[in-house]
């Protein structure tokens, strides 16, 4: 897990002299599910489509395995895709369309054919063969696009956004099957996103990107808990941000109060941003909370309530499974654990 | 909302279906009768149609408004499609304006597009020591084709996955497997149509070929020919045999439309 396949050092890409990407620098390990997330814009598309080789950094170079991949086109890459809209061939049928990458390397028939049933079986579609293409629901189109790249056993595959153009529920569904075929198959995956649930849950590390800048790289847990800064914290999930001083480790003081917290490593009284998921609140009676407030607003969510509670300084986003009625005074109580210390940015 | 067909509307959509077609059906029910006359129905006869098939000069003009046709269907699809992937994959005030340029020899006049390359021939000839005749015959039909078939390429590559030529790429194909092997057959029904709407337009041409074919004589060439003469029955059958000709191949071009059209409807 420790070898860099895919690295890229110092990219930058500009169109027409807009800054796409700005110094980029990143690494994929062998073997792992690496996730670009971030808005439209941010420059993670660009920056799949330079892993890709169908789009040449303006400087900058990319390395795989070692070697210098700058000039070497697509077809030479040992890298395939699955494209946004999944690209696949209408003129062909399904079998056709899984074994166009083997015939233009010209694999002899009879591999050819186990290789693609063997894809088929792996997509859950073994006998979805003749099919022709304009006969598929999105879904199968997804599962035969990963099919027509996994065969050609790329040591990478790239997905670009595939799942944005499926319902809720399938997404669901692929997201789980896309993990367990990563797992299966034991290759690096690429996946670009806008979608953050989608991001956590499947991938081994995150890419946050920003307005062609890597914000954070973590794992998806150090990605939430942790967020390096204000669009990290606002990206994933929801959060509660507000300015505080950090007066020296472990102490920080915001809303006119002083928390115990873990964060350490500030300068003394410096100031800070503080976050606190709308989760990790504790609601209490007022008198035993650390901070009091007036709740203006109720959502219900399914499984919580959202629970807007206006304090002299500050309107918290609360989720809890407790019901508040309009106008009613809280408490928020706040353990050490819940506080999260950001730089200001 | 539905116009409501009034007897007016009925009787004017008659008249215009009458003046449309009624010369054409007495061309072609004449070209059957025994006689010379155009006005009195004698008997039916297929001798004219015979007379037809020897004459001499109507079967050369036949085959060289065939080879012509064929020659210049073909060689305008060629450049038309690939002019078509230029266009299509140019920035957008250069697409806009190419397809400008492209329309001018549409809705020109035939008349202005025979005549100018006419005296284009004629001064490039004088400078290069060639004559008007088949040579210049056939690249005036590839030129009046050309635009034609463009507007049949275009509107399949704009149907096109954006990614597909990256994806063809990304298995493994080179730039020109990617455009014959997967762009080239995805757009292959918009190619077809083009080459069918060159060939039907070359066959039925006599403007542009009558300025630039010289000594050469194409079929409607032939047809004006002969009306200057004394007109012989002879005109009914060959007009008749063109008429229905073309009428095979627009009909081919529809129904292909059709179908390619409910296809597309029945994905979505």
């Known amino acids: 897990m420790s070898e860099k396949l895919i690295n890229l050092e110092n990219i930058h890409k500009d169109y027409g002299g807009k800054t796409v990407l700005d110094n980029l620098n990143l690494y994929v390990r062998d073997k792992e599910f690496v996730t670009l997330l971030g808005p439209s814009g941010c420059g993670k598309t660009t920056t799949l489509r330079i892993i890709g080789g169908f789009e040449t950094p303006s400087a900058g170079v990319v390395y795989f395995d070692g070697k210098n991949i700058n000039d070497v086109p697509p077809n030479k890459r040992p890298i395939n895709t699955v494209f946004q809209n999944y690209a696949l061939f209408n003129h062909l049928n399904v079998y056709d369309n899984i074994a166009f990458g083997l015939r233009i390397q010209k694999v002899r028939e009879s591999e050819i054919k186990d290789r693609v049933n063997r894809m088929l079986k792996l997509v859950s579609l073994p006998d979805y063969g003749q099919r022709s293409i304009d006969r598929l629901s999105g879904g199968e189109k997804q599962r035969i696009a990963i099919a027509r790249a996994l065969v050609n056993h790329p040591r990478v595959l790239l997905l670009d956004e595939p799942l944005a153009a499926l319902d809720l529920k399938l997404r669901k569904e692929m997201q789980r099957e896309l993990k367990a075929i990563q797992q299966q198959v034991g290759i690096t995956f690429v996946f670009v996103t806008h979608d953050q649930e989608e991001a956590l849950t499947m991938s081994d590390t995150i890419v946050v990107m920003n307005k062609g800048r890597i914000q954070q790289i973590g794992t998806p847990v150090d990605i939430y808990n942790e967020p390096k800064n204000a669009f990290v914290a606002n990206f994933i999930g929801e959060s509660n941000i507000v300015p505080g001083v950090m007066h020296r480790d472990k102490l920080v003081s915001f809303c006119g109060r002083t928390f115990d917290c873990l964060d350490g490593g500030f300068a003394p009284d410096e100031p800070v941003d503080v976050v606190v998921r709308p989760e990790d609140f504790e609601m209490v009676p007022p008198e035993e909370g650390q901070l009091t407030g007036t709740v203006r607003s109720l959502l219900f969510m399914g499984v919580h309530y959202e629970i807007m509670v206006e304090t002299e300084q500050f309107t918290w986003t609360v989720h809890s499974i407790n019901r508040a009625d309009v106008g009613d005074r809280v408490g928020l109580y706040l353990t050490p654990d819940d506080i999260h210390i950001m730089h200001r940015s | ?268």
């Open chain 2, 1 to 268: 909302m539905k116009p409501k067909n009034g007897k007016g509307g009925r009787l004017l959509t008659f008249l215009l279906f009458f003046f449309l077609y009624a010369p054409i059906l007495v061309l072609i029910v004449f070209s059957f009768n025994s006689t010379k006359s155009r006005t009195v129905w004698t008997g039916f006869t297929f001798d004219w149609y015979v007379k037809l098939f020897n004459n001499d000069a109507i079967l050369s003009a036949l085959y060289t408004t065939l080879l012509v046709s064929v020659l210049a269907a073909v060689l305008a699809t060629v450049a038309g499609t690939f002019a078509a992937v230029g266009i299509f994959n140019m920035k957008r005030r250069n697409r806009e304006l190419m397809l400008q340029v492209n329309n001018i020899p549409v809705v020109n006049a035939d008349i202005i597009t025979g005549v100018s390359l006419c005296i284009l021939f004629v001064f490039l000839g004088k400078m290069l020591g060639f004559e008007l005749g088949f040579g210049t015959l056939l690249i005036a039909h590839v030129t009046f084709n050309i635009p034609y078939v463009i507007l049949s390429v275009l509107p399949k590559l704009r149907q096109l996955d954006n990614n597909l030529f990256e994806a063809a790429q990304d298995l493994g194909c080179s730039w020109m497997q990617a455009f014959f092997k997967v762009i080239l057959p995805e757009i292959w029904p918009g190619v077809t149509s083009g080459l069918l709407m060159a060939f039907t337009l070359s066959i039925d041409d006599f403007v542009i070929s009558y300025f630039t074919a010289g000594s050469v004589e194409t079929l409607s060439m032939r047809i004006y020919a002969m009306t200057k003469k004394r007109i012989s029955p002879e005109i009914n059958a060959i007009s008749t045999i063109l008429f229905l000709t073309i009428l095979l191949l627009l009909v081919v071009i529809n129904v292909r439309e059709v179908r390619q059209e409910k296809k597309a409807a029945g994905k979505n």
